[in-house]
């Protein structure tokens, strides 16, 4: 892919957006914690802002929401296309997740709770050794300028209790 398109090009979700489609984030989380999984959602959003593409709760510690998703995206949509739309997700995506959606082509990133807020939240949990290395740096090391959007302060609290709800009481 070419490292002189820009996903900036087209305009920018607005707040209103962002607050909506990371909201439907966490709705996700909470439905993948309700099926015994931990509570991790992802949507990937067209161009317009507004369409929702695809869905993704957390399947396990290898598949996570945001790697999932768009490894399905890539199967069903162009990288140009790609380049050109949104994936949120209420926490900023690990190494692998963002390494995946660098490799996909997604042009733009929304988070409302950073990596290094989660592993506050999870400590040393046996079920979430949280690596420390940003999405901010595995973007910084490419090639493409992938726009990251995060953390996003009007969903912080609400992201944090959810996880906090489950990592206090997930053995």
Known sequence: MSSDLNPHADIAPSREQIIRHLRRSNAIALRASALG???????LVGPDHETVLLEQCNIDTVNHAESTLVR?????YSPEFLWRCTLYTAVEPCCMCAGTAYWANIGRVVYAMSEAELLKQTGNHRENPTMSVSSHYVF????KPVELIGPIDELFEETVQMHRAFWNGHD
């Open 140 to 143: 910084a090391h490419g090639q």
């Open 37 to 43: 999984r931990h509570p991790f959602g992802a949507l």
């Open 72 to 76: 399905i995206a890539s199967t069903n």
